[in-house]
């Protein structure tokens, strides 16, 4: 798979504080790329300076496999983008909106047509901007990015402030763009829940760091699973491995232990039997990507 982003340790710091820190992202061609992070973890800054809207402090940015700041103009007229709220003029209509956009990037009206059915606008197209609703705006945003069919399409968390139905047929909307009109996607959120959806790939950014990078697949199997013991007298047992350092909770009868490696679980064993605790049972629970991503991004660096 070709890259189609890539980041070298890409930096931004304001007055000394950096809000990006040494983040290399690569982002494959043909994918959706979910960056997650919780509110002012970077993400926006980082895409950003992907667009060239804010200069990197450090690092550097390439796309298609050219130094963005050396083939800038080249690089944009291939890529569509969405950042914070779309831009677009109120009292005109939604189609006179996208007709602007199309002198700018001189592009035929069946391209208008097409973009504003993809987004299903087609039938409010002659409706004032104004009267639009939030996500009827979000979508003319998103029709707006994809009116010369890029090869790179980047949105900030598109689907900020929708409802269920409205954050839905965006979800479908991007999922459909690489296999039908082969375009790579990146995205941002702050929702695990909307990534988890739509992303063959994530990124997740926490203080500015990149913590992980690759699929949901290798995001589950990294994450050291709990281990969850029943034994024949949980408080004797909790005491045993207090004094091992370990500190258990109690859950459902079983004491939970959180990331265990095959080998610490070999000595738990042995250290209860040492203590006349019989163990009835040793269960490995995989954690969920909720649980991951919070304790990613609660506890940092605990992958
Ligand atoms: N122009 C600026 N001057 C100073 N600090 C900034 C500037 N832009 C961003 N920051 C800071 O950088 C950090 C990251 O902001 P950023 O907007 O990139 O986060 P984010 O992950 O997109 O969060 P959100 O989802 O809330 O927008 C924040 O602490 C923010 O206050």
């Known amino acids: 798979m070709d890259t189609v982003i890539r980041t070298e340790n890409l930096s931004k710091h304001y007055g000394g504080a950096y809000c990006v820190q040494q983040v290399n992202l ?72 996208m007709r602007v956009m199309q002198r700018l990037r001189d592009v035929p009206d069946k391209q208008v047509e097409k973009a504003l059915q993809i987004v299903r606008l087609e ?15 979000q979508r003319l945003g ?57 992303a063959t790939s994530i990124g997740i950014i926490h203080g500015g760091k990149l913590l992980f990078q690759g699929s949901m697949e290798q995001l589950q199997r990294n994450s050291r699973p709990h281990v969850w013991l029943k034994t024949q007298d949980n408080e004797k047992a909790r005491r045993v491995l207090q004094a091992r350092e370990l500190s258990p909770s109690l859950q459902d009868g079983f004491l939970v232990m959180e990331g265990m490696g095959d080998s610490e679980v070999a000595q738990t064993n042995r250290a209860l039997m040492m203590a006349g605790v019989d163990v009835y049972r040793i269960e490995v629970h995989k954690q969920s990507l909720e649980s991951i991503f919070l304790s990613l991004t609660g506890r940092e660096g605990s992958l």
């Not at 950003?48 to 700041?69: A, C, T």
């Not at 409205?166 to 695990?192: A, D, F, W």
Request: proline residues 5%.
């Open 26 to 97: 690569a982002v494959g061609e043909g994918e959706v790329y979910g960056f997650l992070g919780p509110n002012g973890a970077g993400k926006s800054t980082t895409l950003k300076m992907l667009l060239g809207l804010v200069k990197p402090s450090e690092g550097s940015v390439s796309v298609f496999r050219k130094d963005f700041s050396r083939n800038r103009l080249e690089i944009l007229s291939q890529t569509g983008s969405l950042i914070e709220a779309p831009s677009y003029y109120g009292h005109l209509t939604g189609l006179e909106n």
């Open 123 to 137: 039938k409010q197209q002659n409706k004032k901007v104004d009267q639009y609703s939030l996500g009827m705006k």
């Open 142 to 198: 998103i029709a707006m990015a994809l009116l010369h069919f890029p090869k790179l399409v980047i949105l900030d968390e598109p689907t900020n402030g929708l409802d269920p139905a409205g954050i839905g047929e965006i979800r479908e909307l991007i999922r459909s763009l690489p296999h039908q009109y082969g375009m790579t996607v990146l995205l941002s959120s702050h929702l695990l829940s909307e990534i988890e959806q739509v």
